[in-house]
Nanobody, 124 residues
Framework: QVRLVESGGKSVQAGDSLRLSCAAS?????MAWFRQAPEKEREFVAGISSSGAQTTYGGSVEGRFTISRDNAKNILALEMNDLKPEDTAVYYC????????????????????WGQGTQVTVSS
């Protein structure tokens, strides 16, 4: 069983930047960030292939957020720029335990491991 631990969430002002990290305790394949705001469904934010060569983003964050990974350190990162109040949510790291096409990365039910989440609050 692989454990995922997120860090980096905090309260910021609109327009600020923030970097989230997710440390994996073992080998995983494709990884993703999801977020969930109060009283809303969990939303796909960004995904990255096992090698890091392919990435994909949810429409609301494309152009502002960048996902990356360091496989040598088993670290997943999310660089968030130009943050908006609507980005306020608990951000979750997710990972798969086997190879799968990136076309399914946005589906929460296809991920095998989840972190506990880290809170990001953006004030206007």
């Amino acid at each position: 069983q692989v454990r995922l631990v997120e860090s980096g969430g905090k309260s910021v002002q609109a327009g600020d930047s923030l970097r989230l990290s997710c440390a994996a305790s073992g080998q995983v394949y494709s990884m993703a960030w999801f977020r969930q705001a109060p009283e809303k469904e969990r939303e796909f934010v960004a995904g990255i292939s096992s090698s890091g060569a392919q990435t994909t983003y949810g429409g609301s964050v494309e152009g502002r957020f960048t996902i990356s990974r360091d496989n040598a350190k088993n670290i997943l990162a999310l660089e968030m720029n130009d943050l908006k109040p609507e980005d306020t949510a608990v951000y979750y790291c997710a990972a798969k335990n086997s190879y799968a096409a990136l076309t399914t990365i946005h589906l929460a039910e296809t991920h095998d491991y989840w972190g506990q989440g880290t809170q990001v609050t953006v004030s206007s």
